[in-house]
C-alpha cells in the first residue's frame, strides 16, 4: 500500500473518530443488540437468542459474540470497542478493493477509488454505526477476491479455493443467506457472461460445498440442541423465505432499489451514473475485471429487488463494485462537460453548507445546533465545496475535485463530531435513563420504571438494569405505576389533556431533552396541583 494511501486511511479514521466514541446508542438497532446480549450473556445462550423473553432468530450469532465479548472484556458496553467492528471492516473492504485494482490502474485513480468508496453516503454511514451489515460486505469482498484470484490464476490456487467458500460462510454467519447469495449469484452470472458456465463447478463443487455444509450442521446442531427445533425452523425457514417472498417487515415494492441507490452512493451517485453512460456511448469494450465487478452489482441489485423485504442498507454489498467499476471506466473514457456538472452539483450543496446552518440555528425549534462545533463544520464543508468548483472549472482536474469534495466532508465530519454530546438527548437513551435513575435513588418505595408514548423502549433495560413497563393513561389514573419512575415525551403530551392534567398533579417532574422525568407517589392520588413543576409546555 502506497504512502499516499496510509494517511488517506489514517485522515478516514481521525474523521470518524469523535462520532465513534462521543454519541449515544440509538434505540432502533443498536440498543436492541446490546439487550439481546446482555439477555444471552444472563442465560448463557450462544447459539438462539431472546430478546425480553421472546426468541430472536433474525441474525446469525457472529456479530452478537462480539457485542457480547466487549461486555465481558469491559464490564459494560463501549461505543468505541463496538464501533471499531463497523470500522475495520470498512477499511478491510477499501484495502482488499485497491489491491484487486492495483495492476490496472495508476495510484491516482486508486486514490480516487478509494475516495468515492469511503465517503459514499450508506458506506460512510456504516463505517460508524453497530450493524453487523460492514462486517458481511467485508466477507463477500473478501470472498469474490478470492474467487477472482482462483479464476485469473493469481497466488495460491489451493488457498483461494479454501478461503472462496469459507468467507462466504463467514458473511452467511454474520447476517444470514444474502452473506452467500451474493457470491453464489454474482459468480455464476460473471461464468455465464464469459460463456464458462461448465466452469461453475470448478467453483462450486465438492470442496467449496463441503466447507460450507460443514460449517452450517456445526451452527445448526448447536441451534437445535440450545433453542429446540422451533427456534431452528424460525431461523431456517420464517427468516429466510417468509421474508424473501412475503415479508413481515420492511415490505417494499421492487423499484426501492432504484430509489434508494441515488442516495445510497451520495454525493457520487450521478458522477457514477455520467461514467457509465459515457462508457456506454463511447462504446468501451469491458475488460474482464470489469465485467466481473458489473456482474456483482447487478447481479445483486436484480437479486434483493425481487425480495420482499427490502432496507436500502441491504445494497450495500454492491457499492464498492458500482465504485470501482466506474473508476475503471472512467481511466478509459474521455472526460466530458457531464462528468464536471454531476461533481459541481454536490459541490454547489456543499458551498451552502455554512448558510444553511446559521438559518437551521436562526429557528426556535432547532436553535440546539447554534454552537461553534457545528458552525465550523458548516465552514469546513463550505471551503471543501469551493475548492472542488475552483479545481473543476480553472484547475479542470477531476481527480482533485473528488478529493476536495470528500476531504470537506471528511473535515466537516469531524469536527461536527464534537457537537455530538449536546445532541445524544435526542439521538438515544442513554441521558434520559441517568437521570431517570437518579429520581428513582431519591425514591423511598421505588416500585419500577414505566413509560408512556416513548419510542422502543423495552431495550432502556441496557441503561436501566430492569425491565420497563409501558402504561396507558388510563393506567397511570388508575394508580397501576404508583411509586415508580415514569417517563414520556413532550411532543405526545401536548396531545393528550388526560395525561397532561395526570401529569400536572405531579409533584416532581423533570425535563431532559424532549421528556420527562417524573416521580409517582407510592399511592393512587397525585399531589395536588398547586405543587406543579412541570415545565410549560408550547
Request: charged share 15%; with cysteine; glycine share 8%.
Amino acid at each position: 500500500m502506497s504512502k499516499s494511501l496510509r494517511w488517506l486511511f489514517c485522515f478516514f479514521f481521525a474523521a470518524l473518530l469523535p462520532a465513534m466514541i462521543l454519541r449515544d446508542f440509538t434505540p432502533s438497532n443498536e440498543l436492541r443488540y446490546l439487550s439481546i446480549a446482555d439477555e444471552a450473556i444472563r442465560d448463557g445462550h450462544l447459539f438462539a437468542f431472546t430478546s425480553h423473553g421472546a426468541p430472536y432468530a433474525d441474525k446469525p450469532p457472529l456479530y452478537l459474540w462480539i457485542v457480547m465479548a466487549g461486555k465481558l472484556l469491559f464490564g459494560s458496553h463501549c461505543m468505541g470497542f463496538l464501533a471499531l467492528f463497523s470500522f475495520f471492516p470498512a477499511l478491510v473492504i477499501l484495502r482488499t478493493m485497491d489491491r484487486w485494482v492495483r495492476s490496472v490502474l495508476d495510484e491516482r485513480a486508486r486514490i480516487a477509488g478509494v475516495t468515492m468508496t469511503m465517503t459514499s453516503g450508506l458506506f460512510l454511514g456504516l463505517a460508524v454505526f453497530l450493524r453487523m451489515d460492514m462486517l458481511m460486505c467485508m466477507f463477500i469482498v473478501l470472498s469474490l477476491h478470492a474467487f477472482w484470484r482462483l479464476y485469473s490464476g493469481e497466488g495460491s490456487s489451493r488457498r483461494a479455493a479454501i478461503l472462496f467458500p469459507l468467507y462466504a460462510f463467514l458473511a452467511l454467519f454474520t447476517k444470514g443467506p444474502v452473506g452467500l447469495l451474493v457470491p453464489l449469484l454474482s459468480t455464476v452470472v460473471f461464468l455465464v457472461v464469459q460463456r464458462q458456465w461448465r466452469q461453475i463447478g470448478r467453483y462450486w463443487g465438492w470442496r467449496t460445498w463441503g466447507i460450507l455444509l460443514a460449517g452450517c450442521a456445526v451452527w445448526f446442531t448447536a441451534v437445535w440442541a440450545e433453542g429446540g427445533t422451533e427456534y431452528l425452523d424460525n431461523l431456517l425457514f420464517h427468516q429466510t423465505l417468509d421474508r424473501a417472498v412475503d415479508a413481515f417487515h420492511h415490505k417494499a415494492p421492487f423499484y426501492f432499489y432504484g430509489v434508494s441507490v441515488w442516495y445510497s452512493l451520495a454525493p457520487w451517485s450521478l458522477f457514477l451514473a455520467v461514467v457509465f453512460a459515457a462508457a456506454w456511448r463511447q462504446r468501451v469494450r469491458l475488460g474482464e475485471l470489469e465485467r466481473f465487478f458489473l456482474s456483482v452489482a447487478l447481479s445483486t441489485f436484480v437479486m434483493l429487488s425481487l425480495f420482499s423485504s427490502k432496507l436500502a442498507v441491504y445494497l450495500a454489498p454492491a457499492f464498492p463494485f458500482v465504485v470501482y467499476a466506474a473508476v475503471l471506466l472512467f481511466a478509459r473514457v474521455r472526460v466530458n462537460g457531464w462528468m464536471r456538472a454531476a461533481l459541481a452539483l454536490p459541490a454547489v450543496i456543499w458551498t451552502l453548507a455554512l448558510p444553511a446552518v446559521a438559518v437551521v440555528a436562526s429557528m426556535p425549534a432547532t436553535a440546539f445546533v447554534a454552537n461553534g462545533w457545528c458552525f465550523a463544520a458548516g465552514a469546513l464543508l463550505s471551503a471543501g465545496g469551493v475548492a472542488t468548483l475552483w479545481l473543476l472549472f480553472r484547475r479542470r482536474d477531476l481527480y482533485r475535485s473528488v478529493l476536495a469534495l470528500a476531504g470537506g466532508l471528511l473535515c466537516a465530519l469531524f469536527v461536527g463530531g464534537f457537537a455530538l454530546p449536546r445532541f445524544n438527548g435526542l439521538l438515544g437513551y442513554g441521558k434520559l435513563c441517568r437521570v431517570a435513575m437518579e429520581v428513582a435513588a431519591e425514591q423511598p418505595d421505588f416500585t419500577g420504571y414505566y413509560v408512556w408514548k416513548v419510542r422502543r423502549p423495552e431495550n432502556m433495560d441496557v441503561y436501566l438494569g430492569e425491565p420497563i413497563t409501558e402504561i396507558s393513561v388510563e393506567e397511570a389514573l388508575a394508580g397501576q405505576a404508583a411509586g415508580g419512575v415514569l417517563m414520556l415525551s413532550e411532543r405526545k403530551l401536548r396531545h393528550d389533556e388526560n395525561m397532561q392534567r395526570f401529569v400536572a398533579g405531579l409533584a416532581f417532574t423533570r425535563s431532559v431533552d424532549g421528556y420527562l422525568v417524573c416521580s409517582l407517589p407510592a399511592v393512587a392520588e397525585t399531589a395536588d396541583s398547586s405543587q406543579e413543576t412541570m415545565p410549560t409546555l408550547p
